[in-house]
């Protein structure tokens, strides 16, 4: 077993998922596609993908020619059944792998309390009815034919999906308080403010639940 990580910004690292590996000896490798341009050769040995967040939207090919690698990649993965977990980015790049369309939406920032769907699958089904999540984005996806959709948003409808082996979250449970300060460090005032005020309430649950999702993965 090993965990491929694919990092898309040094500022969004594998955040708790990385603890969690560590704590039950899960072999992982970083791969920083900021810095290699292309999808590395170390990633035909991984058994798992994780797939991180980034600033850049998943239809930005022509600029960032190995997100088609990216996507080719996370195809061929689920097609011989290999998990996959995609946070944010990683979630819009399965919605795309799979022709699912991928666009400019709401800008979501902070602390959102979300909702499990009636029908959510696997790990979906012990996540409470309402839950806080961290947002950070300005896209959203449709769902690839034949995703199950796991988690809601009022302003943002896709928030998670399940496809094959493939988990879809569009928001961050992998943040820890120091992820947090260093990404809200250049967001207007009264943004920091709510957010500081809301992180010591939901970052324990976040954490819970980060736990949950991580435990099907490698397992």
Known sequence: ??????????????????????EQGVPYEY???????????????????????????????????YLKEEKALIRDAIGRGRPVLGICLGAQ????????RVYPYQQ????Y???RTPEAPGIFSRFPGRFP???????????????????????????????????????????????????IRDLDPAQQEAIEKDTPAFIRESNRLC????GEFIT
């Not at 077993?1 to 560590?22: C, D, N, R, W, Y």
Request: proline fraction near 3%; aromatic fraction near 10%.
């Open 93 to 100: 790049l399965i919605a795309s792998a799979f022709g699912a």
């Open 31 to 65: 791969l920083r596609l900021y810095e290699t341009g292309e999808i590395p050769s170390a990633a035909a040995g991984a058994t798992h993908f994780l797939l991180m967040g980034g600033p850049m939207s998943v239809n930005d090919e022509k600029e960032l020619t």
């Open 133 to 183: 999540a961290f947002q950070l984005h300005g896209e959203t996806f449709d769902l690839p034919l034949g995703a199950c959709l796991a988690a809601t948003g009022t302003a943002v409808k896709h928030q998670a999906f399940v496809y094959k082996t493939a988990t879809a979250l569009q928001f961050h449970l992998e943040l820890t308080e120091r992820i947090i300060r260093d990404w």
């Open 1 to 22: 077993m090993k965990v491929a990580i694919l990092q898309h910004i040094a500022s969004e690292p594998a955040g708790l998922f990385e603890t969690i590996f560590i």
């Open 108 to 111: 979501e920032t902070g602390w």
């Open 211 to 214: 736990r949950l999702v991580a």
């Open 113 to 115: 309390h979300l909702s």
